[in-house]
């Protein structure tokens, strides 16, 4: 039986509002581009994959306090079962409190996305085309196609982000926070997804789909590394 939902933001916000001070102050987190920030529902935020931190910098970085004002609007995020959704614990909190969504990272889970569909339809949500943590620490060059499924049948509005400085706070492999790094995040403009919407609603478009997400943010990437 699921949790009443102002027990589920307390502890979404007790996750999330230490990123507050942790980001801003441990790690001199500075954003830029949060003018192209949208707060509303069906709103997609796409963004390179480095460490297992990713989600809570992005969510400080596009949200802020503002996850404490409006429950339905605090993004999903899908996770590897893996991971976070393992054990009833990580159920609890990752599931219940955090707004992870099970993802089977081993197949094309229909399922498991058109599960993703309706939820990012009445809420935001942050998401990987990549997939899965680059080991290069640039971002990667294949997206998975899960994504651009994703995208055309939610149809939502599309917002790329880039971050760095999570790779050296949680190595891939490390299981101890390393915090005084400093951090950036890079929001890009929402992407003009108009074309792909009117393509046929199959897999080869929701490659393109998922590619061009992908080479948003690699374009937002050689905009800081520049």
């Excluded at 509002?17 to 069906?42: M, Q």
């Excluded at 990713?54 to 409006?70: E, H, M, Q, S």
């Excluded at 959704?85 to 707004?99: A, C, E, Q, R």
């Excluded at 393109?208 to 905009?223: G, P, T, W």
Aim: charged share 20%; aromatic share 10%; hydrophobic share 40%.
């Amino acid at each position: 039986m699921p949790l009443p939902k102002c027990i589920q933001h307390i502890g979404y916000c007790a996750a999330y509002l230490p990123g507050e001070f942790i980001f801003k102050k441990l790690c001199s987190l500075t954003v830029e581009g949060r003018e192209h920030v949208i707060h509303r529902k069906n709103v997609l935020f796409v963004s390179n994959h480095k460490t297992l931190i990713d989600n809570w910098l992005i969510t400080c970085a596009t949200f802020g306090t503002k996850v404490t004002t409006n429950w339905n609007l605090t993004p999903y995020h899908p996770a590897a079962v893996e991971n976070f959704l393992n054990t009833p614990m990580k159920k609890l909190v990752f599931g219940d409190f955090l707004k992870c969504i099970p993802v089977d990272r081993q197949k094309f889970d229909m399922q498991g996305l058109d599960a993703m569909v309706k939820k990012l339809q009445t809420g935001t949500m942050i998401t990987f085309p990549e997939g899965t943590r680059t080991r290069s620490g640039r971002v990667g060059r294949h997206a998975k196609i899960g994504v651009g499924y994703l995208i055309y049948k939610a149809k939502p509005i599309v917002i790329p982000v880039y971050h760095t400085g999570t790779e050296k706070i949680l190595p891939v492999g490390a299981h101890k926070l390393s915090f005084g790094h400093k951090l950036s995040v890079k929001i890009g403009p929402q992407l003009d997804m108009k074309t792909f919407y009117q393509m046929p609603d199959e897999k080869n478009t929701w490659e393109q789909i998922a590619q061009y997400a992908l080479q948003s943010i690699a374009a937002l990437e050689k905009e800081v590394l520049s």
